[in-house]
């Protein structure tokens, strides 16, 4: 049987001053690539046949770490697409969440 694994991108610089993010594409802050580092040394063993993630760079930049640690990373695709990202916000995004 297939498993589908899902993993949400590392910390952003949006994310670690609690700012609205969809589309709006900021960097991981260190301690999100730490966090995804984490992530692809905890599935490590896990013979992935396909990773795909948005086509932002915080989701390709997570996934792309994870698949440096993983057993298959010689032969394993990455697709990064639009269909994977996150809601857009418009006019919200970048704004304090609470705000928003």
Avoid at 52 to 80: F, G, M, P, V, W
Wanted: hydrophobic content about 30%; overall charge negative.
């Amino acid at each position: 049987m297939k498993r589908i694994y899902i993993v949400r991108h590392g910390q952003t610089y949006i994310n670690r001053y609690d700012k609205m993010q969809g589309w709006c594409d900021t960097p991981l802050t260190d301690e999100g690539i730490q966090g995804a580092k984490d992530a692809g040394k905890a599935l490590s063993e896990v013979p992935f046949d396909i990773a795909i993630s948005s086509d932002l760079k915080r989701a390709s930049d997570t996934c792309n770490y994870i698949i440096n640690e993983n057993c298959n990373r010689d032969e394993l695709q990455h697709i990064a697409t639009p269909f994977f990202r996150e809601q857009f916000y418009g006019f919200f995004e970048g704004m304090n969440s609470d705000e928003a």
